[in-house]
Nanobody, 121 residues
Framework: VQLQASGGGLVQPGGSLRLSCVVSGIDFTDNTVGWYRQAPGMQREWVAGISQGGSTKYHNSVKDRFTISRDNAKNTVYLQMSSLKPEDTAAYYC????????????????WGQGTLVTVSS
């Protein structure tokens, strides 16, 4: 599997960003896909997930602020982030697994490069 996340950057508190992640090397439509983040000095945590059929689930800390979506024709998953807070600062990654619970658990042997989001005034 190859995972290429992009779209990160520096944004002020209250601002918005849209992350993208292209997933290749697997059958994208057969997999649930998740976004994760890792802040400096912290463990990586699951943020949001989307099923093969488009059902979504979010970590409580981002519910009502972040929206995950997928474009199966482009093998791409998106994370629309709004009302950003300084505590959202982290490197963001995506990953995929056929099982939703396994995807949420996030025990993967490979992670792509990630994209850095910095929320600061």
């Amino acid at each position: 599997v190859q995972l290429q996340a992009s779209g990160g950057g520096l944004v002020q508190p209250g601002g918005s960003l849209r992350l993208s992640c292209v997933v290749s090397g697997i059958d994208f439509t057969d997999n649930t896909v998740g976004w994760y983040r890792q802040a400096p000095g912290m463990q990586r945590e699951w943020v949001a997930g989307i099923s093969q059929g488009g059902s979504t689930k979010y970590h409580n800390s981002v519910k009502d602020r972040f929206t995950i979506s997928r474009d199966n024709a482009k093998n791409t998953v998106y994370l629309q982030m709004s009302s950003l807070k300084p505590e959202d600062t982290a490197a963001y990654y995506c990953n995929a697994n056929p099982n939703f619970a396994h995807m949420m658990f996030g025990r993967f042997s490979y992670w792509g490069q990630g994209t850095l989001v910095t929320v600061s005034s």
